[in-house]
């Protein structure tokens, strides 16, 4: 922390990326002193991601409940990104969509098909094309094609962007950042007191955000979190005097996923990302790197073209349920923003609500209701009396998924 930084706030905010960011820039707006405390930023998946905006072309069938919250997120991103502007003076990097899937063999179409029907059963809107109707839409993609499906709704956010015009917006009303880590949440009487840095300084508030993604189980002075860093290795191309695509570009190939993410300008196409449960590990590996070149090539051929102008490695925050953990934590004054997995840059502006009411008037928005930490206390409480042999494992499955519904 610098010499001039006051050691007291209303609010700190652990995180300085997009949901911490985010939520100091509201809380800071409606007339609170906030510290962002930024932790590592250059590992963080608000610095690495790709920035896809797809809260139906990522829909799975295990997630109805957060695709509520994903749409919700979705739906505010216009106008979140139009005040961020205007509040910071620089580009939001929203980018309207759509975003086209593809399939590259038989087995990939009858997956994209499967995908389809699922989200023409929940009423959200797709359309299946032909080979041929997708080369249309983006005439890079590889002759091969089997199939697409054009989602209109989707889109994309240059996330490096984004997280500068909140970093500004937020010191337009005051927001201060102290460099370092938080190791400690302090706390007396089940309150929180304010935070200790791993250096030793400490700043007192009565509030505190818990928002710094991977890193969130590693705060101390509060019951674990359950966050675990989910590993991604991502690509950044440059395609120089070549075309670029023209749309968001999620392809099957073989079994396996990838993405291509244009920016405005020609300036880069993002490609991503692998997933591996290997902790903090910092290696970009040639298996790694190989696989997703491979996988674009399968796509959009003219990518082996482009120049390799960045190959970086972010951690997504993962949960046990693959869903954010918003809402209060179990000391007064606490309040948890992390665990967004692959979606975070998607669910930047419904979080920075989420806090916002939280934090200002004590509220919880009716769609985070079903994200809180609690849910974690009720399935391990569920587990523990089957273990004993108490509650009917039938029975508890059946709570289970009314939980979901």
């Known amino acids: 922390m610098t010499d001039t930084q006051p050691a007291t706030a209303d609010v700190v905010v652990i995180g300085g990326g997009l949901m911490g960011r985010a939520s100091a820039w509201r809380l800071a707006a409606a007339g609170l002193d906030v510290v962002v405390v930024g932790g590592e930023t250059a590992a963080a998946a608000s610095t690495v991601a790709a920035g896809m905006l797809a809260p139906v072309t990522?829909?799975?069938?295990?997630?109805?409940?957060?695709?509520?919250?994903?749409?919700?997120?979705?739906?505010r991103y216009p106008s979140f990104a139009a005040e961020v502007e205007q509040a910071s003076g620089l580009p939001s990097g929203l980018r309207a969509g759509?975003?086209?899937?593809?399939?590259?063999?038989?087995?990939?179409?009858?997956r994209l098909a499967t995908l389809a029907a699922y989200l023409g059963r929940l009423g959200l809107e797709s359309s299946r094309l032909t080979s041929r109707e997708a080369r249309t839409i983006e005439p890079l993609l590889a002759p091969t094609v089997r199939a697409g499906l054009l989602v209109p709704g989707d889109a994309s956010c240059d996330n490096r962007q984004l997280l500068a015009?909140?970093?500004?917006?937020?010191?337009?009303?005051?927001?201060?950042?102290?460099?370092?880590?938080?190791?400690?949440?302090?706390?007396?009487?089940?309150?929180?007191t304010g935070?200790?840095?791993?250096?030793?300084?400490?700043?007192?508030?009565?509030?505190?955000?818990?928002?710094?993604?991977?890193?969130?189980?590693?705060?101390?002075?509060?019951?674990?979190?359950?966050?675990?860093?989910?590993?991604?290795?991502?690509?950044?191309?440059?395609?120089?005097?070549?075309?670029?695509?023209?749309?968001?570009v999620r392809a099957f190939t073989r079994g396996t996923e990838i993405?291509?993410?244009?920016?405005?300008?020609?300036?880069?196409?993002?490609?991503?990302?692998?997933?591996?449960?290997?902790?903090?590990?910092?290696?970009?590996?040639?298996?790694?790197?190989?696989?997703?070149?491979?996988?674009?090539?399968?796509?959009?051929?003219?990518?082996?073209e482009y120049v390799l102008a960045e190959a970086s490695v972010g951690y997504r925050p993962g949960t046990p349920?693959?869903?954010?953990?918003?809402?209060?934590?179990?000391?007064?004054?606490?309040?948890?923003?992390?665990?967004?997995?692959?979606?975070?840059?998607?669910?930047?502006?419904?979080?920075?609500?989420?806090?916002?009411?939280?934090v200002l008037h004590d509220r919880v928005l009716d769609v985070a209701a079903p994200f809180g930490p609690e849910r974690f206390d009720r399935k391990r409480i569920d587990r523990e009396r089957i273990d004993r042999g108490r509650v009917d494992p039938v029975a508890a499955g059946h709570r289970e998924e009314d939980r979901r519904c």
């Open 165 to 192: 015009a909140l970093t500004a917006a937020g010191e337009r009303v005051g927001v201060r950042a102290a460099a370092g880590f938080v190791h400690h949440v302090a706390s007396a009487a089940d309150r929180v």
């Open 259 to 304: 993405y291509l993410v244009p920016r405005d300008g020609g300036r880069e196409v993002v490609v991503g990302a692998t997933v591996e449960e290997l902790g903090f590990d910092r290696r970009v590996t040639a298996g790694g790197v190989y696989e997703l070149l491979r996988d674009a090539r399968l796509a959009i051929p003219m990518s082996t």
């Open 58 to 75: 990522e829909t799975t069938f295990t997630e109805e409940v957060l695709l509520g919250l994903n749409l919700a997120s979705m739906q």
């Open 321 to 358: 349920d693959n869903a954010p953990i918003l809402g209060r934590g179990v000391l007064e004054g606490l309040v948890l923003a992390t665990g967004h997995h692959r979606n975070g840059v998607l669910l930047t502006p419904i979080t920075a609500d989420v806090v916002a009411e939280l």
């Open 195 to 248: 935070v200790v840095l791993a250096d030793g300084t400490s700043v007192s508030a009565p509030t505190v955000v818990l928002a710094n993604g991977a890193w969130a189980g590693q705060v101390t002075g509060i019951p674990p979190v359950p966050v675990r860093p989910v590993k991604g290795q991502i690509l950044r191309l440059d395609p120089g005097r070549f075309p670029q695509p023209g749309v968001v």
């Open 98 to 110: 759509p975003t086209l899937s593809i399939a590259y063999d038989a087995d990939d179409a009858a």
